[in-house]
């Protein structure tokens, strides 16, 4: 099994910075694509950054130039460093993998999420 935990949230000021950070622990075989989503309230979740093993990345139009995803794939961890902070991003964040487990079985994994607060 695949676990995921996040941390790094908090509440900070418009122009601030933050960087989120999620962690995988148990047995597979391997980590394909990783990503970071949010969910404010009211509305849907929507993907923020992901990042493929090979470092190929993907980010949302509204972060592009402020947020950047990367990752380390031997300590298996994902990063989000979130700059230029608006308070449109005030969401809670969610880390999610893709991976294969020994003996071939495709799981996607979520972490609990950590909350983003942004104040004008």
């Known amino acids: 099994q695949v676990q995921l935990v996040e941390s790094g949230g908090g509440s900070v000021q418009a122009g601030e910075s933050l960087r989120l950070s999620c962690a995988a622990s148990g047995i597979s075989l391997s980590i394909h694509d990783m990503g970071w989503y949010r969910q404010a309230p009211g509305k849907q979740r929507e993907l923020v950054a992901a990042?493929?093993?090979?470092?190929?990345?993907d980010y949302a139009d509204s972060v592009k130039g402020r947020f950047t995803i990367s990752r380390d794939n031997a300590k298996e961890t994902v990063w989000l460093q979130m700059n230029s902070l608006k308070p449109e991003d005030t969401a809670r964040y969610y880390c999610?993998?893709?991976?294969?487990?020994?003996?071939?079985?495709?799981?996607?994994?979520w972490g609990q999420g950590t909350l983003v607060t942004v104040s004008s």
């Open positions: 999610n993998a893709d991976a294969t487990l020994l003996g071939g079985r495709r799981l996607e994994v």
């Open positions: 990042i493929t093993s090979g470092g190929s990345t």
